[in-house]
C-alpha cells in the first residue's frame, strides 16, 4: 500500500519560502502575512489559519447511491493536529524572538497564533502611522550608500 504524506510535512526550511522574519519595528507585516498564506495555499494548509477546528469530513459530503461501493481512501495519516502544529511551527520560525514571547501560549492552534499577530499590527495601526510618517519625512539620501537604496527604504515604508 502507498503512503501518501501531507505536503506540508516536506517543508524542511521554512525560511526559504518566507525570507522576512516578523518584527514590531520593520513594519513589514502585510508583506509577511502574504507570503504566509500564499504559501499556506501552496501546501493546502490555508484552512489553519482562517479554522482552529477541522473541517467536518462526511457532513457535507454528498449523498451517495448505496447500490455503488466506495472507492477504497487512502489512510490519513497526518492528523489536523500534527499539520496544525507544522503550520505553527512556519508561523514561529517567521517571527522575531519578542513577538514569539508575546504570543506563544500552551495548547495554541495556528488559527489563534494567526489571529494574535493579527490583531497586534492591527491594534498598534493609529501609532504605527504617526511613526511611519515621521520616519518617512526624516529619511534622507545622504543616509544611504545610493539612490536606489533610498528609494527602496521609502518604498518599504510607504508599504
Known sequence: ME???HPAV???NIKYFIPITLDLESGKYTSWSELVKIHCKAFLVYDHLISSTPPPSSSLSPQKDPKVADPPTPPVLDSWERIDDVVLQWIYGTICYSLL???LK?????????KALEDLF??????RVVYLKTKFANTRLDNFPNMQAYCQELKVIAD
Not at 500552551?106 to 494567526?114: E, F, L, R, S
Open 10 to 12: 516536506t517543508v524542511t
Open 101 to 103: 514571547n508575546t504570543i
Open 3 to 5: 503512503s501518501k504524506l
Open 106 to 114: 500552551k495548547d495554541t492552534t495556528a488559527h489563534d497564533a494567526w
Open 122 to 127: 492591527n491594534d498598534n495601526k493609529a501609532t
